[in-house]
């Protein structure tokens, strides 16, 4: 059975695999199981049914979700700002950085600089 060559961490808390009870995968993204707790908690605390189809909410609901949305994204354009400030400081090259990001060096700078 082929090892991988790294420990998977949440993407939105940064805890290790190791660190949580649960990580699930998506597409280039984990997320364990207190960040999911998160997430429910703040969609039901604005009256969204956890976890809805859009399509299956009506307008006035979609509206209801959007103040959690924006304090969600927030949050994690935070986060993503963190982590550079700090590979910036561990002096990481921008092309590093914009290569783990899917973009060029000279986005990663014109980005976070």
């Known amino acids: 059975m082929a090892r991988r ?4 961490h949440c ?11 649960k ?8 997320i364990c199981g207190h960040c ?3 997430c429910h908690d703040i969609l039901e605390a604005d009256g ?3 976890f809805a189809n859009l399509s299956d909410l009506s307008d ?5 979700t ?6 969600a994204a927030e949050s994690l354009h935070g986060l993503l700002y963190e982590r550079v400030d700090e590979l910036h400081r561990r002096e ?17 700078w014109e980005r976070f600089s």
């Not at 006035?60 to 209801?64: F, V």
């Open 60 to 64: 006035q609901e979609i509206l209801l």
């Open 36 to 38: 999911v707790g998160l």
């Open 48 to 50: 969204t049914p956890p």
């Open 23 to 30: 990580l699930l995968a998506g597409p280039k993204v984990h």
């Open 66 to 71: 959007l103040k959690a949305t924006k304090v």
């Open 92 to 108: 990481v090259s921008w092309a590093a950085i914009g290569n783990a990001l899917g973009i060029s060096r000279q986005a990663a």
């Open 11 to 21: 993407s939105f808390c940064g805890q290790s695999e190791a660190e949580v009870s």
């Open 5 to 8: 060559s790294q420990n998977l």
